[in-house]
């Protein structure tokens, strides 16, 4: 198995109002809902650099696809990342996630490995790391 990732699918509560977070709040582009003509099958898809994919899908139905039952939310099983090349691009994304609906859960700050970042939940709970690291510069 190869060192990658191409698709990260996010269980949300609401796929309308999780796709218009995305949407509205950080002006991410996608075709909409699509896959509603299968039972469980409806997913928003939003395309990110190099071929990878952001999806979000109604919890329950990620529960129903995997064969898990459907467990309680966690904000603390993983992060997202998004790492910027400066400060002020960690606190310009900060603010807009805020104003998008999202709740800060660490202020950007200075960070104990020496770079600059913060933290906040999506609408659906989801942990997302906004950070600037100077020693990687991170392609645009």
Known sequence: ???????????????????????EGFGWQTQGIVGTEYENGAVVMFELDK???????????LAWDS?????AESATEFSIGYFVNTDKE???????????????TKPAQKAFWGGYHGYFQDIDGHLWEIGYNPSWEVEE
Request: hydrophobic fraction near 40%; aromatic fraction near 6%; include cysteine.
């Open 1 to 23: 198995m190869k060192q990658r990732i191409n698709l990260l699918t996010l269980g949300v509560s609401d796929l309308n109002n999780s796709m218009k977070f995305y949407q």
């Open 51 to 61: 071929g990878r994919m952001l999806c979000l899908y109604e919890r329950k139905n």
């Open 67 to 71: 064969n898990l039952k459907l467990q």
């Open 90 to 104: 960690v606190d310009a994304i900060m603010k807009q996630a805020e104003k998008a609906g999202a709740k800060i």
